[in-house]
Nanobody, 126 residues
Framework: QVPLVESGGGSVQAGGSLRLSCAATTRTYNGYHMGWFRQAPGQEREFVASVSWSGRNIIYASSVKGRFTISIDNDEYTTYLQMKSLKPEDSAQYFC???????????????????WGQGTQVTVSE
């Protein structure tokens, strides 16, 4: 298990911004591909965004494209999710996930990530 620690969640009005961060506390030479998922009450967990360790491969869910930006800091083993123009439907528990570089990695698929954080709550009010 690789511990992942998310932070940056909170409450914001519609149209506002939040920046989430996720740090892998176990560091390896090869690093990790990282991603974000979210789950609202009574709904299934869904893919939000992902970034490869190199930073070259980035994927966004269509629902957040143009509003959210994912990035990775290799020196700190940390991924960031900058969220702008937030909508009430963005309200959810946001989870960070990671996969070892060299492992099978299909970014939008939950089962490809062996490591998960505990989640950070994002609430967007009208």
């Amino acid at each position: 298990q690789v511990p992942l620690v998310e932070s940056g969640g909170g409450s914001v009005q519609a149209g506002g911004s939040l920046r989430l961060s996720c740090a892998a506390t176990t560091r390896t030479y090869n690093g990790y591909h990282m991603g974000w998922f979210r789950q609202a009450p009574g709904q299934e967990r869904e893919f939000v965004a992902s970034v490869s360790w190199s930073g070259r491969n980035i994927i966004y869910a269509s629902s957040v494209k143009g509003r959210f930006t994912i990035s990775i800091d290799n020196d700190e083993y940390t991924t960031y999710l900058q969220m702008k123009s937030l909508k009430p439907e963005d309200s959810a528990q946001y989870f960070c996930a990671a996969q070892d570089v060299g492992g099978v990695w299909d970014p939008p698929m939950q089962h490809t990530y062996p490591y998960w954080g505990q989640g950070t709550q994002v609430t967007v009010s009208e």
